[in-house]
């Protein structure tokens, strides 16, 4: 496994992460002890960086997690996120109407003792704002997580969705080490100023849903999807957009298999191709994807490899949004 350097701190992580959203939240049902194998199989491959939320599962993939982190603490960087709570005990997507962020002080407070407990560690290596709360000044909320660094809850602290305003006003206040943001071959916002600007401030980059979610593998299954699955109410999946995407899907695949790869691995090492200060990280809970996801960290595109991309996406522009309005509300502030 190639390591990579998390911002200035020198913490070397694996090139791939490991997303664990998927194992208890958003994606349909899961099984309990096949993640599990997942996480034990993720460590035998060197894959040392878990990612993971509050929000996910409402606090059970937290849980989940803790079966396998707490005897192999040593050998695991842990990131979790707070601000997305629920007016019930359901959790659900960011647009649901039953989901609220909140940033304020006096949550955070509650949020990093609550995910503590539910890891069962001592220390957060990395902690997030989910979202920047647009009720409350960034700086504010950076001032509290700061605390938490000083009272030796969380090691290092990231933001997630933010704006390059946001992220030069919180790097004023904290160093930042890590911008969680969506970033893939099909979602690209963030090469326009939010890149440049982490970049001159030594910020990493963790592109979460690099594989577009799963969008090569799956757009031609959202008829198979389970009911609470959240990818069926994106605009990617609609019906305006489909006969684009399964288009675009199928020559992004074909382009693959002519190099003897998956259109998903295709997919992630193009991310992977970007830089050496972006640390992605696919979600799985199947042992499977685990291993093809692991083995596009050593493909190398080539530049006629990346022009042939870049022309496939230009044949099929209309791809649609990556999120719902609602949820696009929340992300970029």
Same mark, same amino acid.
């Given at each position: 496994?190639?390591?990579?350097?998390?911002?200035?701190?020198?913490?070397?992580?694996?090139?791939?992460?490991?997303?664990?959203?998927?194992?208890?939240?958003?994606?349909?049902?899961?099984?309990?002890?096949?993640?599990?194998?997942?996480?034990?199989?993720?460590?035998?491959?060197?894959?040392?960086?878990?990612?993971?939320?509050?929000?996910?599962?409402?606090?059970?993939?937290?849980?989940?997690?803790?079966?396998?982190?707490?005897?192999?603490?040593?050998?695991?960087?842990?990131?979790?996120?707070?601000?997305?709570?629920?007016?019930?005990?359901?959790?659900?997507?960011?647009?649901?109407?039953?989901?609220?962020?909140?940033?304020?002080?006096?949550?955070?407070?509650?949020?990093?003792?609550?995910?503590?407990?539910?890891?069962?560690?001592?220390?957060?290596?990395?902690?997030?704002?989910?979202?920047?709360?647009?009720?409350?000044?960034?700086?504010?909320?950076?001032?509290?997580?700061?605390?938490?660094?000083?009272?030796?809850?969380?090691?290092?602290? =990231?933001?997630?969705? #933010?704006?390059?305003?946001?992220?030069?006003?919180? +790097?004023? &206040?904290? $160093? %930042?080490?890590?911008?969680?943001?969506?970033?893939?071959?099909?979602?690209?916002?963030?090469?326009?100023?939010?890149?440049?600007?982490?970049?001159?401030?030594?910020?990493?980059?963790?592109?979460?849903?690099?594989?577009?979610?799963?969008?090569?593998?799956?757009?031609?299954?959202?008829?198979?999807?389970?009911?609470?699955?959240?990818?069926?109410?994106?605009?990617?999946?609609?019906?305006?957009?489909?006969?684009?995407?399964?288009?675009?899907?199928?020559?992004?695949?074909?382009?693959?298999?002519?190099?003897?790869?998956? =259109?998903?691995?295709? #997919?992630?090492?193009?991310?992977?191709?970007?830089? +050496?200060? &972006?640390? $992605? %990280?696919?979600?799985?809970?199947?042992?499977?994807?685990?291993?093809?996801?692991?083995?596009?960290?050593?493909?190398?595109?080539?530049?006629?490899?990346?022009?042939?991309?870049?022309?496939?996406?230009?044949?099929?522009?209309?791809?649609?949004?990556?999120?719902?309005?609602?949820?696009?509300?929340?992300?970029?502030?």
């Amino acid at each position: 496994m190639e390591f990579r350097k998390l911002g200035k701190t020198g913490q070397g992580l694996s090139a791939i992460g490991l997303g664990c959203m998927g194992m208890s939240f958003a994606y349909g049902p899961s099984d309990e002890q096949e993640s599990i194998n997942t996480l034990h199989k993720a460590l035998d491959l060197g894959v040392n960086f878990w990612d993971t939320a509050d929000m996910y599962g409402n606090g059970e993939n937290e849980k989940l997690i803790s079966k396998v982190l707490v005897p192999n603490r040593d050998k695991i960087f842990i990131a979790t996120k707070f601000g997305f709570r629920f007016k019930g005990e359901k959790a659900s997507h960011s647009a649901d109407s039953g989901t609220y962020f909140d940033g304020s002080p006096e949550w955070i407070k509650k949020a990093v003792d609550f995910s503590l407990q539910r890891l069962k560690i001592e220390e957060i290596d990395l902690y997030y704002a989910h979202r920047v709360d647009k009720n409350i000044p960034i700086e504010e909320t950076v001032g509290v997580m700061a605390d938490l660094v000083k009272a030796g809850k969380v090691k290092y602290l =990231g933001l997630s969705e #933010a704006s390059p305003e946001s992220i030069r006003k919180a +790097n004023k &206040i904290h $160093p %930042i080490t890590a911008l969680q943001s969506e970033y893939s071959i099909l979602t690209k916002d963030v090469e326009n100023e939010i890149l440049p600007t982490i970049r001159e401030l030594g910020i990493t980059l963790v592109p979460y849903s690099p594989l577009a979610r799963g969008f090569f593998s799956n757009i031609n299954e959202i008829q198979n999807f389970a009911n609470e699955d959240f990818r069926k109410t994106l605009p990617r999946y609609q019906a305006e957009y489909l006969e684009n995407n399964r288009k675009l899907a199928k020559e992004i695949n074909d382009f693959a298999e002519s190099k003897g790869i998956k =259109g998903t691995q295709l #997919a992630l090492a193009w991310v992977l191709n970007q830089g +050496n200060d &972006i640390i $992605p %990280i696919p979600g799985t809970k199947r042992i499977k994807y685990l291993e093809e996801n692991i083995a596009a960290a050593s493909i190398k595109l080539s530049k006629s490899d990346l022009e042939i991309i870049d022309s496939i996406l230009k044949k099929y522009p209309n791809v649609g949004e990556r999120y719902t309005e609602g949820s696009m509300k929340l992300v970029n502030n």
